[in-house]
């Protein structure tokens, strides 16, 4: 299974979990080249709309940037899940997100807090990434192991330049934000990194977070617009 379908099918049920009842109109932002949550969305009988500029093609979909996108009419719901932290302006777009949504609408967002990749959360994934296979494409966390090797810099310092150079907003900020704009209804940290590793469960990156060994890099939050 590829890495974006094993988090898709691993953080569907939080998502779902959160939503209002079905059939109700729910918007995603970032859904992605293979449409994001959107597919079980309208097989679950939502009324489900994905915005990103790399959309798949359908009626379902728009190929813009949320920054741009003009809702017909308000929605019920809104998902969120890795879109928020590399956002340019992430204020425009949570502004955005709070004037799209019903009153009392749902926001559902599931994020990762790059400033908790310590050294030891790092040295943990990388030794439980795959072997480079010829001809295929290495994952994110292989090409950190690899420039951050080839940087020469302690692990901290070099993650922090690139989260800076790509203009990362952290996960505790991107938090703040919402809760200063939504009325927060679930939040917890957890797993991230599982679906990018080899033989890894959620459940074993759950745990070597409860023995203390990594960092909670993922975050869960629910909230709603009053």
């Given amino acids: 299974m590829a890495p974006d379908d094993r988090w898709l099918a691993a953080v569907w049920p939080f998502v779902r979990g959160q939503l209002l009842p079905a059939p109700t109109t729910v918007l995603e932002i970032g859904c992605g080249t293979a449409g994001g949550f959107v597919p079980a969305l309208l097989e679950g009988g939502y009324d489900a709309t994905g915005v990103d500029p790399e959309a798949p093609e359908g009626r379902h979909y728009h190929r813009v940037e949320f920054e741009r996108y003009e809702p017909p009419q308000p929605v019920a719901c809104v998902v969120a899940s890795l879109s928020l932290h590399h956002v340019a302006d992430l204020d425009e777009v949570l502004d955005r997100v709070q004037a799209c949504l019903l009153p009392d609408g749902v926001l559902v967002v599931v994020e990762w807090a790059w400033e908790r990749f310590d050294g030891a959360t790092a040295g943990w994934c990388f030794d ?6 010829p001809g295929v494409e290495p994952g994110w966390l292989r090409k950190h192991q ?15 330049a690139w989260a800076e150079q ?3 907003h952290p996960g505790g900020e991107i938090v703040r934000r919402l809760d200063a704009r939504f009325t927060r209804q679930l939040h917890r940290r957890g797993p991230y990194f599982f679906a990018e590793l080899a ?7 759950q745990a070597a977070i409860d023995a203390g060994l990594i960092q909670a890099g993922g975050i869960r939050h629910a909230a709603r617009r009053t």
């Fill in 128 to 133: 439980r990434l795959a072997p480079p296979a």
């Fill in 199 to 205: 033989d890894t469960a959620e459940a074993e990156e």
């Fill in 146 to 160: 690899e420039r951050w090797a080839a940087s020469g810099q302690p692990w901290d310092d070099y993650c922090r």
């Fill in 166 to 168: 790509e203009g990362l």
